[in-house]
């Protein structure tokens, strides 16, 4: 095995063979590609905080979430807009949403519906722009003595199912 290394600016390289047999070669080039800096970002952002952890029977707890959408980067490079967002916010175990807080949501044009399925509450948000981001709170109400963990909360792209932000639970309890 013979290395030899090429001059940096040589074109052309020839190989001779001195009589007879096979000549076996290979030829590397190493370099190095200096890559733009990448500043790796979610697609979706999503905060969801209950205002209280401790409360009585019958007591209103506010949940804050706070939402962007920084955009989805489709093949092309561009950034589009989102279409449906969904927005699943986790309701403890024990605790029923307050439905005229979501009623008032979709009145002032924040989401385009709301539905309520099991320990969930579902928010359907319509065609949020790249770097856009909105607040809102719902209410739960306590129904009865519990110790609750929150399960996380979750917002995705109804048409890219896979972009996904998660926001983790917490403990509840009511006495």
């Known amino acids: 095995v013979q290395i030899v290394?090429?001059?940096?600016?040589?074109?052309?390289v020839t190989l001779e063979l001195d009589g007879t047999g096979e000549l076996n070669y290979q030829l590397v080039r190493r370099f190095n590609v200096i890559l733009p800096e990448?500043?790796?970002q979610n697609e979706i952002e999503l905060d969801v905080e209950y205002d209280s952890t401790d409360v009585a029977v019958n007591d209103i707890v506010t949940v804050?979430?706070?939402?962007?959408?920084?955009?989805i980067q489709g093949i092309d490079g561009s950034v589009s807009s989102s279409g449906m967002m969904i927005v699943?916010?986790?309701v403890p175990t024990g605790f029923t949403p307050v439905t005229s807080s979501l009623a008032a949501l979709k009145e002032n044009g924040t989401v385009t519906r709301y539905e309520i399925a099991g320990r969930k509450v579902i928010l359907y948000i319509d065609d949020m722009q790249p770097g856009e981001e909105i607040s809102f709170?719902?209410?739960?109400?306590?129904?009865f003595p519990v110790k609750a963990i929150v399960s996380e909360s979750k917002a995705y792209s109804y048409y890219n199912p896979e972009v996904v932000a998660e926001s983790n639970g917490s403990n509840v309890s009511v006495v």
């Open 64 to 71: 804050d979430t706070r939402l962007k959408y920084n955009g």
């Open 137 to 143: 709170s719902i209410q739960v109400r306590a129904l």
């Open 38 to 40: 990448v500043v790796e």
């Open 88 to 90: 699943d916010i986790a």
């Open 5 to 12: 290394e090429i001059p940096k600016n040589a074109s052309n």
